[in-house]
């Protein structure tokens, strides 16, 4: 199996609480990314990395934010969370156009009451 | 107009049916994956290929790179192909992954 975890995986949290997301990868991998997966919207990028610091917005990126401060890890932020944070957030790594490989996270389930 | 298109979104079939899902992309790409994810699970790469035709078991992929298209093919389809099935292209400009929205199938006994 391709190294790559998600932390937690399932978590509920209240409104207005701050909730961070870990993942970590063990391939050494350049790109990594953050999605959130809704029912008729399919997988919508949040942000994503290039490399260690180098980050930059997905398409739905208002009240998130990220961290990679080292190749293996990055984190997601919901500074404060709203009900329409509920979702389930994916992670995926993949290589640069010299290797393209890709691996998934397997989801974490978040509900935000 | 967005850089991924799927088609189509939503399929059913008989058990044994010859399946086909379509994707046309806008974007220069590096490679180009398929995606399998089964209801509440995680999603897996099925393919991988930057040119031609690629098969595993009962399920084939091929690419026209000059066409910007791409098709998964699933042979004598059974119930437990039923999925969402992700066509992902790796873009050559940008190096990101960008997603289609996805094809549900169902495939009933």
């Known amino acids: 199996d391709a190294g790559i975890t998600q932390s937690p995986r399932h978590k509920v949290t209240e409104t207005g609480t701050p909730v961070t997301l870990r993942c970590h990868q063990t391939?050494?991998?350049?790109?990594m990314y953050w999605y959130r997966q809704d029912p008729g919207h399919g997988l919508r990028l949040i942000h994503y990395s290039y490399g260690v610091k180098d980050t930059d917005k997905g398409e739905v990126s208002d009240g998130y934010s990220v961290s990679r401060s080292k190749t293996e890890d990055f984190l997601l932020t919901l500074e404060s969370a709203t009900s329409s944070q509920t979702s389930v957030y994916f992670c995926?790594?993949?290589?640069?156009?010299?290797?393209?490989?890709?691996?998934f996270g397997q989801g974490t389930r978040l509900t935000v009451v | 107009k967005n850089e991924v298109e799927q088609s189509p979104q939503n399929l059913t079939a008989q058990e044994g049916e010859f399946i086909t899902i379509n994707c046309s992309y806008s974007v220069g790409i590096s490679a180009l994956h398929w995606l399998q994810q089964h209801p509440g699970g995680g999603i897996v790469s099925l393919f991988m290929l930057s040119s031609g035709k690629k098969k595993h078991g009962r399920l084939i992929a091929t690419i026209n790179i000059q066409e910007k298209h791409s098709s998964l093919h699933i042979t004598a389809s059974h119930p437990r192909d039923s999925a969402v099935y992700i066509c992902?292209?790796?873009?050559?400009?940008?190096?990101?992954?960008?997603f289609g929205t996805g094809t549900r199938l169902q495939v009933f006994p």
């Open positions: 391939e050494n991998h350049r790109y």
């Open positions: 992902a292209p790796h873009s050559y400009n940008t190096d990101k992954l960008i």
């Open positions: 995926a790594i993949s290589g640069d156009s010299r290797n393209t490989e890709a691996f």
